[in-house]
Nanobody
């Protein structure tokens, strides 16, 4: 089992910045990828960004490229999502996800474990 705990969500004005974090614990194995997905009310969960274990592979949704940056600290087993130039359409619950095969898929169904989610609200 792997436990994921997110933190850092909140309310921010459009154009502002926010950083969310996710700490992994438990039986993570020796190499795993991490990702952030989000879900807005009435919408399906969508991929935002993902990163492989050594950071050699990063992927971003087109809607966040150039504004969001994913990074990780393997000593702390923590992944971060730095979000800049936030827009009201970024408002959603942001979920941290874990993939034990160290691949970075965009499909939510291919992630093995999930955090509880953290709310990010961007006001106009």
């Amino acid at each position: 089992q792997v436990q994921l705990v997110e933190s850092g969500g909140g309310l921010v004005q459009a154009g502002g910045s926010l950083r969310v974090s996710c700490a992994a614990s438990g039986r993570t194995g020796s190499a795993y990828s991490m990702a952030w997905l989000r879900q807005a009310p009435g919408k399906e969960r969508e991929f935002v960004a993902g990163i492989s274990y050594r950071g050699l592979i990063t992927r971003y949704a087109d809607s966040v490229k150039g504004r969001f940056t994913i990074s990780r600290d393997n000593i702390k087993n923590t992944v971060y999502l730095q979000m800049n130039s936030l827009k009201p359409e970024d408002t959603a619950v942001y979920y941290c996800a874990f993939n034990g095969a160290n691949v970075v898929p965009t499909q939510a169904s291919l992630y093995d474990y999930w955090g509880q989610g953290t709310q990010v609200t961007v006001s106009s």
